[in-house]
């Protein structure tokens, strides 16, 4: 890549960064791929091959100011892949297989992170195809390499995560305020609602911190054609000292389908896989199914409720709308 070199798509910010990485590690063949970078690493050592790109937040079309800290978004965090890099060196003593972190830092305080490349391909768009036998097992170990995740320097304190969700809930619902994703009256309906999920949740949250990844998903596993897991990746909204509860019940949810909710309760869409990624996870750490379910709701508003904030403040409307929907649909069915 040379200085005239464009991704025509992308800000001119991100063009000058791309470019002054480009000349620093003599990258290669750079492609722009599901908001990432492919690239040849060919500087003074070769032996990585390929590589990822990632290049944290610049510029958006608002202003920080705006918004209570925003850091409380792993993609906002100037220092994620600082955090990244720790959580990774977590995962590989827990024999969890992920990229390599080759280098990080800073370009006009724009974070950047360039890291190997994992073998073989994302679960997105196979998953819902495998076999049952096949997926059912895939779903097991991933539960497994999840609680030999959260095995790694956990400790046991209620406390801190009631403080954590608390903090959380807070600086959420003042963002979507500030950004008038919903209205005053709205909020404190939302604010209900979480507050009555938040203490069912903590009924059966048997408060345990450490090592979190928060955003187990299809798309972030990756397999051979053996159907063995070959990497974990994008482990930029885990934490180090994060709610292992949460991280658990939201993988089970995403990876089995999510579910229905009516009349104040939940019914998932395909419960036996929902089990599978619990079986794997009690073979370590014994968990409580039941349990488990009780505490989505509040884990799924909470995430919506995230994700809305943020893509609003960026810019990006996709599926803000339809986000909204959910979110007034899970309202209903626990306000009252």
Not at 100 to 121: L, M, Q, R, S
Not at 172 to 195: A, D, G, Y
Not at 298 to 307: P, R, S, T, V
Request: with cysteine; hydrophobic share 40%.
């Amino acid at each position: 890549m040379n200085s005239l070199t464009k991704f025509p798509n992308l800000s001119e910010e991100t063009n000058i960064l791309m470019n002054q990485l480009s000349k620093k590690f003599e990258l290669s063949s750079i492609k722009f791929v599901d908001e990432r970078f492919n690239a040849v690493f060919s500087g003074a050592s070769n032996s990585y091959g390929q590589v990822i790109i990632r290049i944290g937040s610049g510029s958006y079309r608002k202003d920080f100011s705006e918004i209570i800290s925003p850091e409380i978004c792993g993609y906002f965090d100037p220092n994620k892949y600082n955090k990244e890099e720790k959580l990774i060196s977590i995962a590989n003593k827990a024999k969890i297989p992920t990229p390599t972190i080759i280098d990080h830092g800073f370009i006009d305080n724009i974070p950047w992170c360039i890291e190997t490349k994992v073998a073989g391909y994302s679960m997105e768009g196979v998953l819902h195809d495998l076999k049952s036998v096949i997926k059912i097992k895939l779903l097991n170990d991933i539960g497994h390499l999840l609680a030999m995740l959260h095995s790694q320097e956990s400790l046991s304190d209620e406390n801190i995560v009631a403080k954590y969700w608390e903090r959380k809930t807070s600086i959420v619902t003042s963002n979507l305020l500030v950004l008038n994703v919903f209205s005053l009256e709205q909020i404190k309906k939302i604010k209900h609602t979480l507050n009555k999920l938040k203490n069912k949740m903590f009924e059966v949250n048997r408060g345990l911190i450490g090592p979190v990844h928060m955003e187990i998903i299809p798309k972030h596993i990756f397999i051979n054609g053996n159907y063995s897991i070959t990497g974990i990746i994008d482990w930029e909204t885990g934490e180090i000292k994060g709610d292992t509860f949460c991280d658990i019940a939201s993988t089970a949810y995403w990876l089995s389908g999510k579910g229905v909710y009516l009349n104040g309760s939940l019914t998932l869409t395909n419960e036996k896989e929902f089990n599978s990624v619990l079986d794997g996870y009690s073979s370590a750490i014994p968990i409580d199914k039941t349990s488990v379910l009780d505490s989505i709701p509040f884990y799924d508003l909470m995430w919506l409720l995230n994700i809305l904030w943020v893509k609003t403040f960026q810019g990006k409307p996709s599926f803000i709308e339809s986000r909204k929907e959910l979110v007034s649909h899970i309202v209903e069915n626990f306000s009252k």
